[in-house]
């Protein structure tokens, strides 16, 4: 059975920090591309921060400069660290895990969600 499970979210003042992380069970965790997305109220998931399975990363343009995206394989847990926070990072933040498929499709997995919430 797989399962993703996050934790460190909370609320936070804006320009404050917070660590997220995910546990991966379930899987082997180094050929999965890890991924955090974030969800606004009223608004559709986006994709935050990925790390790929050689190391790499990639965030989006909102994020560049705030966040970042790491891995320990050791431990099967992903993390987002996430500085400066504004008011507009506010959301449930998920954890994805995608194996690429031969046939071009993946192979996706999801966490439950943590909020997150910047406001003073």
């Known amino acids: 059975q797989v399962q993703l499970v996050e934790s460190g979210g909370g609320l936070v003042q804006p320009g404050g920090s917070l660590r997220l992380s995910c546990a991966a069970s379930g899987i082997v965790f180094s050929v999965y591309d890890m991924a955090w997305y974030r969800q606004a109220p009223g608004r559709e998931r986006e994709l935050v921060a990925t790390?790929?399975?050689?190391?790499?990363?990639d965030n989006a343009g909102s994020v560049k400069g705030r966040f970042t995206i790491s891995r320990d394989n050791a431990k099967n847990t992903v993390f987002l660290q996430m500085n400066s926070l504004k008011s507009e990072d506010t959301g449930v933040y998920y954890c994805n895990a995608r194996y690429a498929l031969r046939s071009g499709k993946s192979l996706d997995f999801w966490g439950q969600g943590t909020q997150v919430t910047v406001s003073s």
């Open positions: 790390i790929f399975i050689d190391g790499s990363t």
